[in-house]
């Protein structure tokens, strides 16, 4: 067994001195006699129940464990998610409304509204190279580094490629299948570590790319959606289905992280899909396992079932008042930007091509990436970006700029 941190074994004896052993066992998810285990290891050390934790992942390793508990307790009574977010999160029971300034035009200049999409991380997966032809590997290290460079590069082309570049702020729209979860056996046989494990790692994660990009355009809208990877159920569920969901619990970690900083505002709906509008321009934004349609394969790929499936959120939720423009999507792992055959924006994944991929679909490759566009006032979409997180494969040969044959008469 793996020895546990003073966080862990601090944690323990809170938890112990509020219930009686076997109840406060089956909180931690363990035996009475692992609790008796855990009690006589931290007394060994010197510890107890009112330690304090020094070290910021073991402090956020407690506070998520807490909260895991009492989000599982909360559950077993059927209450909503708005109950959860007063009682769990200290929040505000109903997820703020957007910002001003995203349905208004700027006054500070006509460089229009960044959008960046972030979804389909699959934090924990691991992919082998030689399972994928030698195109693609993936583990939690090279996460942190294609994270980096997605920051990175959203930076770049916003400032450094466009003309006297002054935002009223920027829209990091997460969408979903942020973990790879365990909802399969070979995710759990294969996966880097537990979803909790990743659940830590990315929140530090994220709130330093949060940061990094508040610094620079001082104002920041984060709508967020869960997605099917994400899920504590092994099976999909209907009812019940945001709350029980690891990254719904990340965003209101993060929401409560920030919600001191002037800079940042969340919105984290209590359903699925989240409607918003930036410069006149709605937004309808869901993952994309829920479209009600199946299809795609190796040779149409994603594009008709997401056209078809664009058809039909568009009908249902007009039918409610919540006509949209552009519809964003996740969860297909191909990158399609906004067009005329259908009006959505579809992610890449910053995991990128993977056995899936490969032996199930026999798709083509697909380079791990992220989307980034603009939203104008006037012109409404313009420029549209697929953010590459890894290294362009280089031909050998040296190739002259440009080719063509001359004939000769």
Known sequence: MDKLSEAELVNTLKVRAAHPTAEAAKLLGIS???????????????????????????????????????LAAIQRQNVTAEEIRETVFSLASETPEPPVWIAKAPTIGRSGVPMALWSDWHWGEVVRAEEVGGVNQFNRAIAKERLRKLVDATLDLSFAHMVKPRYPGIVIAINGDIFSGDIHDELRESNEGSVPESFLEVQEQMIAALNLIADKFKRVFVPCTIGNHGRITLKPRHKGRV???????????????FRNDRRFRFSIPGETDAHYTVLGHRFHQTHGDTLGVKGGDGIIGAIGPIARGAVKVGRSEAQIGRDFDTLLLGHYHTYIPRGEAAPVIVNGALKGYDEYARLALRVGYARPSQALWFVHEKYGITAQWQVYLDKARQSKDTAEWVTFEQRVA
């Open 32 to 70: 009475t006699g692992s609790l008796r285990q855990r009690v006589r290891d931290a007394k060994e050390r010197g510890l107890t129940a009112t330690t304090k934790i020094s070290n910021e992942m073991d402090r956020l390793r407690v506070e998520n464990g807490r909260l895991k508990r009492d």
């Open 243 to 257: 709350v029980t969901s690891y990254e719904w619990l990340l965003y209101n970690q993060l929401e409560r992280h």
